[in-house]
């Protein structure tokens, strides 16, 4: 079972930890399960792929979070699904922070998850 830390951060986006390795699959679910998401999930899942080339960008650059590209038209229609993530290596394991769009709310992704059968922790 996959254990995945939920929470909120500045500005009520809701953000979720999970092991890099889980995460793109996890990606992919949500995109079918609430339909939405285009070039920022496709994006995204390239960047944990490619996870220790970001990862260094990322420090290189200072920055604390990575923004995947996102479709004007998606931005419109409310289609997106990723905000922005960060990467994060704890004890030689590999972590990914997603944070969503504000258009996902805390209780309908809390609902998918415990249906997927994921052990959620609330941060």
């Known amino acids: 079972m996959i ?33 939405k998401g285009g070039n920022d999930v496709d994006d995204t ?32 229609k409310g289609n997106v699904l990723v905000d922005r993530i960060k990467l994060i290596k704890k004890d030689s394991e590999k972590y990914v922070v997603i944070v969503f769009d504000k258009s996902i709310s805390k209780e309908k992704l809390l609902n998918i998850l415990s249906s997927l059968g994921y052990e959620i922790v609330n941060v």
């Open 45 to 76: 899942i390239r960047m944990i792929q490619h996870f220790d080339v970001f990862y260094n960008i990322m420090h290189k650059k200072f920055k604390e979070y990575l923004t995947p590209r996102k479709d004007v038209g998606d931005l419109i």
């Open 3 to 35: 254990k995945i830390l939920v929470g909120t951060i500045v500005g009520e986006y809701v953000a979720i930890e999970v092991k890099a390795e889980g995460a793109v699959e996890l990606l992919n679910i949500l995109r079918k399960t609430l339909n």
